[in-house]
């Protein structure tokens, strides 16, 4: 597994202006030692060609990948208008992902409450579906995250339905709920269809142990699947985001390392 961070982590420092895109892209390189990056469509400041071949460019230099482009999509609208302008939003963000070379484009669906309507989830199937047979003409996966109110059994319907290969899971981990009993079931029903993580954090213990979701439980259920994609931060918490992504980043470089460790361990015996 690779530790990378999502732009969303940083959202009231870049929302700010108290750091550009680019020089977040150095922080997490010089000082996090990362992976990779997830990038926002919100937290681009142009999407001009030589803007993002300069974002491009940057990544490669420092060692990163750009692990996945995140536009904030709804394709739940009972306006059918407002849900081809939708598809046409994720479809320039899949031709973005495409200049820049990540292989995800992570996408929404919209409210799990309007999906119960039979005639806007055909909508959205249709939609997605038109959404991923345009991405992978350049090779590209789609990644549903488990947002809106999205529980595991509405994911499961969503991947039969749209029936395409290159339709996957962004799985969040803080989105399901906050009932235990609930929350690593739904993990282990979703896990094979994940392509990547959002590693959601809120606050962290002095030992660094993340206070609302048990890592040590998650990283054995994805690693258990053979899970080898991103775990892309997403601090959410009241704390300095560059002091409490770094908690984050310690955690899980421990409990990956320890997972890989057992691994190799196995291979061994």
């Known amino acids: 597994m690779k530790v990378g961070c999502s732009t969303w982590s ?10 550009t895109l680019k020089e977040w892209i150095e922080y997490c390189a010089k000082h996090y030692r990362l992976d990779g990056v997830e990038l926002l469509a919100d937290h681009f400041e142009s999407e001009e060609p030589e803007y993002l071949l300069e974002i491009k460019n940057l990544c490669t230099e420092l ?11 709804n394709f739940t609208q009972e306006d059918i208008k407002a849900v081809e302008k939708e598809i046409e939003y994720v479809k320039a963000w899949v031709d973005i992902a495409a200049m820049l070379g990540a292989p ?7 409210s799990s409450n309007q999906l119960k309507n039979e005639q806007i989830w055909n909508n959205v199937v249709v939609a997605i579906q038109e959404c991923a047979e345009y991405a992978s003409e350049d090779g590209i996966m789609l990644a549903l995250e488990n947002h809106g109110g999205f529980m595991d059994d509405q994911i499961l319907k ?3 339905d749209v029936d395409k290969d290159n339709f996957k899971v962004t799985m969040d981990l803080g989105n399901f709920g906050k009932d235990p009993n ?5 993990m282990e029903n ?14 962290f213990t002095d030992n660094l142990h993340e206070e609302t979701l048990d890592y040590e ?10 899970y080898n994609g991103f775990l892309s931060i997403e601090f959410e918490g009241k704390g300095m985001e560059k002091t409490e992504v770094a908690k984050a980043v310690s955690m899980l470089r421990h409990l990956t390392g320890l997972a890989h460790r057992d691994q190799v361990n196995k291979m061994l015996e």
């Open 10 to 19: 940083f959202h009231r420092t870049l929302g700010a202006k108290e750091m």
């Open 63 to 73: 060692g990163l990948t750009i692990s996945c482009v995140s536009p904030s999509n």
């Open 182 to 186: 609930i929350i690593y079931k739904a």
């Open 190 to 203: 979703v896990v094979s269809h994940t392509i990547f993580v959002h590693a959601k954090c809120m606050s």
């Open 104 to 110: 995800l484009v992570r996408i929404f669906a919209g």
């Open 217 to 226: 439980r998650i990283i054995k259920i994805l690693d258990k699947a053979g």
């Open 158 to 160: 969503l991947i039969e």
